[in-house]
DNA sequence: CGGTTTTAACTTGTATATTAGATATTGCGA
DNA sequence: TCGCAATATCTAATATACAAGTTAAAACCG
């Protein structure tokens, strides 16, 4: 490198200076993330497999063979794990291994109270500020979920409830607060994935969702903040049967018998 | 790479296998992270700068000029940065550029909205579980507060600040609900740093969480919520003339005028 | 001199190589 | 057979190298 053949005067050394402080100008800004990294890829598929319980908890993953099964190097499949890491989906152990992360225990009240906290919070914004388009929105997605009801498709339904819920956050312009729901939201939805769920309970599930809709739509927010919380409340998993089963899937870190 | 001169006999191939599902069963697991990793002291560093405004909104932040001035290479301080980005305290440009975060607007009102549904939550659960020990601590907390009030050190305040808070919410049982208010809280924060604080402030303020150790001590939910609201809404930012002194600061994604 | 095109230097994204630590197996000695 | 030490081979952590894209300044042209 160290040649002579440069093509004329050295350029002056300093070429592109940003300005500081000067947020981006260039177009880069404005692109709709057409094509997604491999980081991003590999980050969405691991934590849907991972939260749809496909693969359990403390099952092994090992960068380099996800790696050369995805058919890509190291880096992108590391950058994603390190994001799994990050919101508790897998457990890092340092030069040792890489582990889907068991579920702690203690996490699972606190996420119920956090989520009944803020989507209560949510949905009284939503009965103050909804429009005639908001619950005609609203009640699309109610539809549709009678309409998966009656095909019996388990599948989509929880698509279309987070559906309802995030419309809901939109309307109450606190799109934030749902996107923290969902956060705290994983570790509860693995759980369920561990239990047979009633075939009526869909049905029973979308008269609350229904009902909430009334409330919101009638401006009563404490009518729709109560039938919110009973919606929430209404799911309650039996924690001490479930880590019996299951001990290798979850972190006892909390004492069962008390409250 | 197709040579065939392996040193022996293949030896067996597999040699160490986990079993599957086996959690990590090393001694690893319970080292107390002795060593910090180089991108998570990175991490930690970068943080504190950006939550204290020390790096202004919009500054970029070059991986490679990161790396160099604290002689590492690109990974760790990568890796810091994709953890930033999830905080959303950096924008990453894709093959353009990192910037700090300015701070989107739309997120102010509604941190403050989950701030105070989460830390009433923790208020009211606190009142109830509070144990003579746990209201020694905090008033040992108190204690400091007023000491610092007293020298007018304006540096360490909100430290002990966020101790009382997490002290109620470790009471509570409800660490994670803390630790989900520390993250909502980082750009309210951030806007705090741009105005000057009322000197008498901080005594205000200690006197306020004194109320409610003192409500909570008498187990009283009701009260020692209401004056936690109090607390919590009494940190009102004046956004409009914030976002007008430094639009450069600022993302202004919602109507300012509106509600 | 103004507008356009070219181009080189900068950016992040990904791939590969090296390093250092943890651990299950192995082999040895009692 | 049991306990223990050696070691091979796994792991994640970091370093380096390369590729693909962006952008601002320089070169060119009218």
Known sequence: ?????????????????????????????????????????LYQDLHKSIVAMDILPGTP???????????????????????????????VVPKSGTFVARIPVSALPAAQIARRALEIETTCAAARRATKEDIVALRDIISRQYAIVE?????????????????????????SLWDM??????????????????????????????????AIEAGDEELASQRMWDHIMGLQLDLPSMVQEYPNYFIPDMDLTAT
Chains 1, 2 share one sequence.
Do not use: W
């Not at 099964?69 to 457990?91: F, H, N, Q, W, Y």
């Not at 095909?151 to 799109?175: C, F, Q, W």
């Open 1 to 41: 490198m160290m040649d002579g053949s440069k093509p004329k005067v050295s350029t002056k050394s300093k070429r592109r200076q940003r300005a500081p402080n000067a947020p981006p100008t260039g177009e880069a800004m404005f692109a709709q993330r057409a094509v997604k990294s491999l980081a991003e890829t």
């Open 61 to 91: 993953l090992s960068e380099n063979e996800i790696a050369a099964a995805m058919g890509v190097s190291r880096t992108p499949v590391r950058e994603a794990i390190l994001r799994l890491s990050d919101e508790k989906l897998v457990e």
């Open 151 to 175: 095909t019996g498709d388990n599948s989509d339904y929880h698509v279309v409830d987070d559906e309802l819920h995030a419309k809901i956050a939109e309307i109450a312009r606190l799109g």
């Open 181 to 214: 729901v969902q956060q705290v939201k994983t570790q509860i939805d693995r759980c369920r994935k561990l239990t047979l769920h009633d075939p009526g309970r869909k049905s029973f599930v979308t008269v609350q969702h229904e009902k909430v809709v009334d």
